[in-house]
């Protein structure tokens, strides 16, 4: 473990270029080879505008960076934050703990927020408004949504206080993480479902994908799946009946622009149709 932690104090640009790049390299392939559904599209040409802010977001998290370092370094150097207040402990689990918490500030509250403060949806709707969710979905963020993350990963490594190999360890699992839930792939039902008891797994990410309300607003994990299990936001929905995008947003031509996308978050607020759940005494038809 401590070789792990001092590889990510120390790992350099190329090799976190390297890890984005595999990832969706290997999850590009596996979709062509076991696909959850046979979209009609032109891959590369869906793609592009994906590909676009996937750009856009690694070139302000990497000029952002040094805020990381420094929150970090601030808090490691004086003690500060949960991890640090807690008694000594074996180093594994002290990563572990460190992982866990940034997920549910960094990823889990920030994801959450997006979705119930209006003007934050509609910024994170780009998101959303992909039609076939792929693997090259996962950092199809807007501009404006990578500072909103970065400032809760940043406010994270603050109230944590880990020290910056467990922050870059933890963003590497996280790209990984995204790069797998969102990727267009079958796993065995059985197996997918026993991973989201932990993990986040691809199933219970496309819950979160699907149209309408309250799918939509359910299953905000990021890696780890305990938080919406332990918050009740965590959703099940038959993976073959899941329709990708948001249903008050079904322009596909503005939905594949990059201009359209960057002009998403002006239009006026809209929130997805909200259907009722069938409860488990519910008569099915």
């Known amino acids: 473990m401590e070789s792990i932690i001092a590889y990510f104090e120390n790992i350099p640009s190329s090799h976190r270029s390297l890890i984005l790049v595999l990832g969706i390299t290997f999850f590009w392939v596996l979709e062509g080879a076991v696909p959850l559904f046979k979209f009609k599209y032109r891959k ?13 977001t690694i070139v302000i998290n990497f000029a952002l960076a040094f805020l990381l370092l420094n929150a ?43 979705h119930k403060v209006k003007p934050l949806w509609m910024i994170h709707l780009v998101h959303h408004t992909d039609q076939e969710v792929d693997t090259t979905t996962a950092n199809r963020h ?30 590497s699992l996280s790209l990984v993480a995204t790069q797998f839930t969102h990727a267009n792939i079958r796993l065995p039902e059985k197996l997918d479902r026993a991973l989201s008891w932990v993990l986040v797994s691809p199933d219970m990410h496309k819950v979160h994908h699907h149209y309408v309300l309250p799918y939509t607003d359910s299953n905000y994990g990021n890696i780890f799946s305990i938080w919406d299990r332990l918050f009740g936001t965590y959703m099940e929905l038959d993976r073959e009946t899941i329709v990708y995008g948001v249903d ?4 596909r031509q503005e939905n594949a622009s990059v201009a359209g996308l960057l002009k998403q978050p002006f239009h006026k607020y809209r929130r997805p149709t909200t259907v009722s759940v069938p409860g488990p005494d519910t008569p099915q038809s």
Request: hydrophobic share 55%; glycine share 8%.
């Open 248 to 251: 008050t947003f079904p322009d």
């Open 142 to 171: 807007h501009p404006f949504e990578s500072f909103i993350r970065f400032f809760f990963t940043l406010t994270g490594v603050f109230l944590v206080g880990t020290p910056i190999g467990i922050v870059m360890l933890y963003q």
């Open 72 to 114: 970090s370094d601030w808090a490691v150097d004086n003690g500060f934050g949960i991890i640090n207040w807690l008694p000594e402990m074996p180093l594994w689990l002290y990563v572990l703990l460190g992982v866990l918490l940034l997920d549910l500030i960094g990823a889990y509250l920030a994801h959450y927020v997006e």
């Open 44 to 56: 590369w040409r869906h793609a592009v505008p994906n590909f676009f802010f996937t750009l856009t």
